[in-house]
C-alpha cells in the first residue's frame, strides 16, 4: 500500500530535503549524495518512495520533480516557514496579543525569517530600546508606531534628525496627551522644526511599540491579558524591511498627520 503523500513529506526528513533540493531543477544521485551528506544505499529506498508517489522522476541517473511534485513542493515550503515561525516562537507568539496585525501580513510573517525572542532585565525597559534606536542613527529611516513614551524621547529625535535620518512616528491617543501636556514646549521644538514625520491614531493600540529600522523590526507585544511584559522580539532579514513598511503603511493611512500643536 503506497503511504499517504502527508506521510511521504513529512514522516522522513530526507525525502522532504530530497524535494527542496530537485526545485532548484533535476539533479543527478552524485550531487543529490553528496548534498544530504548520506550514500547511495541509503537513500536509494526514499527516492523510490518519492517516485511511486509521482513526485520525481528519474531518466538515467538524473532525478527531477513533476509537475504535481513541484506544486506540492511548493505548498510545503509555505507550510514549513509557518511552522518554523510559528513552531520555534510559540511560547511567545502563543502567550501574546497578535491579532492587530492584519490578516494579510500574519499570513507573511513566516517569511521574515527567524526571530529572537529577549528577555529585558528588569529596571532596562527604555534602556533596552535605547540600544535599538542607537542602531537607528546609522540608518536611512526610522518608522516607529509606540503606545509607551520614552523619557528622552527629545534628545533621542534631535540626534537623530541631526544624522540625516528619516524619522516617522504614530503614537497612541495617550501617548499624544501625555506628550502635550508634560512635554509640551520639547514636543513644539520638534513639531515646529518640520524634520519628522508625527501621526496619531485615533484609538488605544494593542501592541506596546514597533520600530523599524534598517533591516530590523524592534517588537514589543501586549500579553494575552493585555499586560506589558519584560520581552521583546526582534527580527532581522531583507523580508522584515517590506513587511515592516506594509505594517507602518496600514497604520499610517488610518491616522492623522500631527502639524502644529
Known amino acids: ?16 530535503n530530497v524535494l527542496l533540493l530537485l526545485l532548484d531543477g533535476p539533479k543527478e544521485m552524485e550531487i543529490l549524495v553528496k548534498s544530504l551528506k548520506t550514500n547511495r544505499t541509503a537513500l536509494l529506498p526514499q527516492l523510490r518512495i518519492l517516485k511511486e508517489s509521482h513526485l520525481i522522476t528519474k531518466d538515467a541517473d538524473t532525478y527531477q520533480l513533476t509537475t504535481i ?29 497578535i491579532d492587530f496585525i492584519p490578516t494579510y501580513l500574519l499570513k507573511k510573517l513566516p517569511q521574515l525569517g527567524s526571530c529572537n525572542v529577549i528577555d529585558i532585565p528588569i529596571g532596562d525597559f527604555f534602556d533596552s530600546d535605547t540600544d535599538f534606536l542607537e542602531k537607528a542613527i546609522t540608518s536611512k529611516y526610522m ?20 544624522q540625516g535620518v ?24 520638534l513639531i515646529d522644526i518640520n524634520l519628522i514625520s508625527f501621526y496619531v491614531y ?18 514589543r507585544l501586549f500579553t494575552q491579558e493585555g499586560k506589558s511584559d519584560n520581552k521583546k522580539m526582534l527580527i532581522c532579514s531583507p523580508a ?20 502644529e500643536i
Open 143 to 162: 518608522l516607529q508606531i509606540t503606545s509607551t513614551l520614552h523619557p528622552m524621547f527629545h534628545e533621542f529625535y534631535a540626534e537623530v534628525i541631526e
Open 202 to 219: 485615533p484609538k488605544s493600540l494593542e501592541f506596546v511599540s514597533f520600530i523599524l529600522a534598517d533591516q530590523c523590526i524592534n517588537f
Open 240 to 259: 522584515a524591511l517590506e513587511w515592516g513598511k506594509e505594517l507602518f503603511e496600514y497604520y499610517r493611512r488610518q491616522s492623522t498627520p500631527i502639524i
Open 1 to 16: 500500500m503506497k503511504k499517504p503523500i502527508v506521510e511521504v513529506l513529512l514522516a522522513s526528513e530526507k525525502r522532504r
Open 69 to 97: 511534485g513541484k506544486l506540492i513542493v511548493e505548498e510545503m515550503i509555505v507550510f514549513l516557514r509557518t511552522t518554523d515561525m510559528f513552531g520555534e516562537n510559540r511560547d511567545y507568539l502563543g502567550t501574546h496579543f
Open 166 to 189: 528619516d524619522v516617522s512616528v504614530i503614537m497612541s491617543p495617550e501617548v499624544y496627551e501625555k506628550i502635550k501636556h508634560e512635554y509640551y514646549d520639547d514636543f513644539k521644538e
